[in-house]
């Protein structure tokens, strides 16, 4: 984004960083998606942090779930540095984590776990899961074997696995408060 052309927008032309689309889309979602943790945070320190960061839109999506579709991690740090409540459901009944899991953001997932905001029980269950998947393909004793073949099936094996551990997590986590 660039950074400068925002606030020029905001500071010396008017434009508000907190509007919103006819469905309440604010500004600083589209960044959040887009991967703008500067600009996030440009719209937040001119708008306020929580007139900006607690909105949601009609869907009851917040700055966090649009930050995990994306995947933009820095975002999401940036966020809970913030206190937005990242486990926060949708009208869905959707959480960001389950945004991320859904447009196949990885990296995202991964952050959820590592940083903890995701509770560990839920996250030991999700690796059973996986477990589980993988066992079902190799058996105990195959996964480490390396004939032909083998490697490109293991790969999509551990992707199953991922997304197993992804998907259990959706539903099973809770977010820590």
């Known amino acids: 984004a660039r950074l400068d052309v925002m606030a020029a927008l905001i500071d010396e032309w008017g434009a508000a960083p907190d509007a919103t689309t006819s469905d ?10 887009a ?14 942090p929580r007139r900006i960061l607690d909105a949601v839109n009609v869907r009851g999506c917040t700055v966090a779930h649009w930050a995990a579709a994306g995947g933009d991690v820095a975002t999401l740090e940036y966020l809970r540095r913030c206190a937005v409540d990242l486990g926060r459901r949708n009208l869905a009944g959707h ?3 389950a945004h991320a899991v859904a447009h196949g953001r990885h990296e995202a997932v991964d952050w959820f776990v590592e940083s903890g905001c995701v509770d560990a029980d839920a996250v ?13 393909h190799w058996g105990p ?9 083998a ?15 992804a998907a259990a997590l959706t539903r099973y986590a809770m977010p820590r408060i």
């Open 124 to 136: 030991a269950y999700a690796h059973r899961i996986a477990d589980l998947v993988r066992a079902a």
């Open 35 to 48: 991967g703008g943790r500067d600009a996030v945070a440009l719209l937040v320190d001119r708008a306020g």
């Open 95 to 97: 959480t960001p984590l």
């Open 141 to 149: 004793s195959r996964g480490s074997e390396n004939h032909d073949g």
């Open 151 to 165: 490697r490109t099936q293991r790969a999509a094996d551990e992707q199953s696995a991922r997304t197993a551990v």
């Open 24 to 33: 309440g889309n604010a500004v600083v979602t589209w960044a959040a998606w």
